[in-house]
């Protein structure tokens, strides 16, 4: 699976857009892009994915670039409970493949300010 | 509420022990993975099943193993435990091993193992 990189921290206002930019330029063709968010010592949980058209659901949007090296996790009015650890994600959907291996690094810290 | 229980929620024993972490995926899953997370390693993949098939390890212990059982859920042994296993084991479920989607985990709230 291709590596990301992720700042290590960003902050917030409460009520503005958060934008989590997310590198993973040795992305290959078949790998799509998962967000994944961590508060405090809680499970992981599922924001978004997409493989190369810009996806948004209820959560964020999910803003990836034409060459599919670099993507952007928005979130249009961050709250004080979007602040955690925000991780990005490539992972192959085909079988055979690293199948359920999602390798979470590091991620990015978000803190969210009133 | 994520649909995936793991039993128990906090987990205290000693060196040289053996423990079972529990896990129920939430209804239809068929695929179950294992995350152990620790201060110094972040999240680490360990293992993941498939209709009770072992489907991809990752950096699982010879000390550790797990199964599936038929009615889906699953079981984390740990044994000989050493003080360094203290971590947050997380259990998550998926509806699917391969497609679209199939990324899409759900996660439980996690056993605190505090091996002392």
């Known amino acids: 699976d291709a590596k990301t990189t992720q700042p290590p921290s960003m902050d917030c206002a409460e009520g503005r857009a958060a934008n989590l930019p997310c590198n993973h330029s040795?992305?290959?063709?078949?790998?799509?892009v998962y967000w994944y968010r961590q508060i405090h010592s809680q499970g992981p949980q599922y924001i978004i994915h997409?493989?190369?058209n810009n996806e948004t659901n209820e959560m964020a949007s999910l803003i990836i670039t034409e060459d599919r090296k670099s993507s952007t996790l928005i979130l249009p009015h961050a709250t004080l409970r979007d602040t955690a650890v925000y991780y990005c994600?490539?992972?192959?959907?085909?079988?055979?493949?690293?199948?359920?291996?999602?390798?979470f690094g590091r991620g990015t810290q978000l803190t969210v300010w009133p | 509420d994520s649909g995936v229980t793991q039993t128990p929620k906090h987990l205290i024993t000693a060196t040289g022990q053996r423990v079972t972490l529990r896990c129920s995926p939430r209804?239809?899953?068929?695929?179950v993975y294992w995350y152990q997370q620790s201060l110094d390693q972040g999240l680490q993949f360990l293992i993941q099943?498939?209709?009770?098939?072992?489907?991809a390890k990752g950096n699982i212990l010879e000390r550790f193993s797990a199964q599936q059982f038929p009615d889906l859920h699953s079981e984390l042994n740990l044994s000989s435990l050493e003080l360094g296993d203290s971590a947050l084991y997380f259990c998550?479920?998926?509806?699917?091993?391969?497609?679209?989607?199939?990324?899409?985990?759900?996660f439980g709230s996690g056993t605190q193992l505090s091996v002392l």
């Open positions: 998550a479920s998926s509806v699917a091993e391969v497609g679209t989607g199939a990324g899409k985990l759900f």
């Open positions: 040795t992305i290959s063709g078949n790998e799509y």
């Open positions: 997409g493989l190369k």
């Open positions: 994600i490539v992972r192959v959907e085909a079988r055979g493949s690293t199948l359920g291996r999602l390798y």
């Open positions: 209804s239809g899953d068929l695929s």
């Open positions: 099943y498939y209709n009770g098939e072992e489907r």
